[in-house]
Structures are given as C-alpha cells and as structure tokens.
T-cell receptor, first 115, second 110 residues
Framework: DAGVIQSPRHEVTEMGQEVTLRCKPI?????LFWYRQTMMRGLELLIY????????DSGMPEDRFSAKMPNASFSTLKIQPSEPRDSAVYFC?????????????FGEGSRLTVL | AQRVTQPEKLLSVFKGAPVELKCNYS??????LFWYVQYSRQRLQLLLR??SRESIKGFTADLNKGETSFHLKKPFAQEEDSAMYYC????????????FGSGTQLTVLP
C-alpha cells in the first residue's frame, strides 16, 4: 500500500479563489482525519469521518471550509473563498477501528499558499 | 477542558547531550499518550506510545500521573533526531481522533 495519498502537494493561489485538497486513505481504514499545521498553532484537527460520515467538524474554522467523503477511498477539503490566513500545510490521516488506538497514518501533506 | 501543552516551540542541543521534550496534559480520567515525530520531508509518524513502555530510537517517555506529564527523553542526542515532535494524549474509550500539542522543533547541533 502506498499509504495515504494527498494531492496536490503544493498549491499557490490568490485570495478569493477556490481551493480543493484531495485525500485517498489507506484501503480498509474506516477513519479519516483532516488536520491543519501552522507554526503558531501546531496541528489542529479540522474534521474527521467514520465510515464516510462526518463525526466532528467543530475544528473547521469557518463556513468557508467544507469537507466531503463520498466514498471510502476519497475525501476532499474545500476552501471557498480562500484567504491569506488559510496558508498552511493540510494533512490527511487515516486509521483502522480495530488497529491500535492512537495510531494514525498521515499523508505527506498539501502545502497551501494563498497570496 | 482537555489540554495538552508543549512549552517549548524550539529546542536546540548538542550532539551527545541529553534531550528532554516536555509535554503536560490536562485530561480527565486516564489518557493514553503518544509521541509523534516528523522528520524533514517525511510524513508525520508515530514514535512511541506510553502503554507499550517501549524505547524507540533511544527515546523513552514516562507517564507521570502526579505531574500530568509525558516528557520524551533521550540520553544522547544524535543529529538525525532533529525533527518536529508532537505529544498527543488520547482519552481511553473515546473516539479515534487525536489532539496534538503545538509541537517542539528539536535541532541537534554537531
């Protein structure tokens, strides 16, 4: 397995544009997490899904952020419209219910720069 | 409220010196605790979990319930230990998500 796959790896966009980040979890994993990493705040959990259903989106900063998981192998995080303060590295992670608790498998991240 | 604190954003030590990365938590009950590490240009990955009482790459972490701390220690730091380290408590029996501390960037100087 190639692990959690995220795309794009880097995205540079202008303020006001729509940004879509994509994630493919590890096959068989039933939990999917979206995290945001910044120097100031570290890793923040934005939202997570269990069996494709959003369970907790309390970390989503604003209505400009939305996430979907249409099937077990794909999820998107969308920012519309984007703002410079959204610049960060966005990580997707997945885990398996029957696996050891606390063990998350992370993607390589999508580095977003909003100008 | 549940909180995890890593008081040092940046930590530099010389090669061969002992290193301790601090983590304090405020969680109800008995959380399980984890350390994650992110080396340059690599994925964030699990380093160790307290329940295993393991030593990984020379690192150990002791859960001190009295002080509510879970500091990560290594007696002799190596240059390849330079990385970002995150402490992550997990409340037993809760859902699978992890709340991470703000992270400590460790630099081991030659």
């Amino acid at each position: 397995d190639a692990g959690v796959i995220q795309s794009p790896r880097h995205e540079v966009t202008e303020m006001g544009q729509e940004v879509t980040l994509r994630c493919k979890p590890i096959s068989g994993h039933d939990y999917l997490f979206w995290y945001r990493q910044t120097m100031m705040r570290g890793l923040e959990l934005l939202i997570y899904f269990n069996n494709n259903v959003p369970i907790d989106d309390s970390g989503m900063p604003e209505d400009r952020f939305s996430a979907k998981m249409p099937n077990a192998s794909f999820s998107t995080l969308k920012i519309q419209p984007s703002e410079p303060r959204d610049s960060a590295v966005y990580f997707c992670a997945s885990s398996f219910y029957a696996g050891p608790p606390g063990e998350l498998f992370f993607g390589e991240g999508s580095r977003l720069t909003v100008l | 409220a549940q909180r995890v604190t890593q008081p040092e954003k940046l930590l530099s030590v010389f090669k061969g010196a002992p290193v301790e990365l601090k983590c304090n938590y405020s969680y109800s009950g008995s959380p399980e605790l984890f350390w994650y590490v992110q080396y340059s240009r690599q994925r964030l990955q699990l380093l160790l979990r307290h329940i295993s009482r393991e030593s990984i790459k020379g690192f150990t972490a002791d859960l001190n319930k009295g002080e509510t701390s879970f500091h990560l220690k290594k007696p002799f730091a190596q240059e390849e230990d330079s990385a970002m380290y995150y402490c992550a408590p997990h409340r037993s029996g809760s859902a699978r998500q992890l709340t991470f501390g703000s992270g400590t960037q460790l630099t081991v100087l030659p």
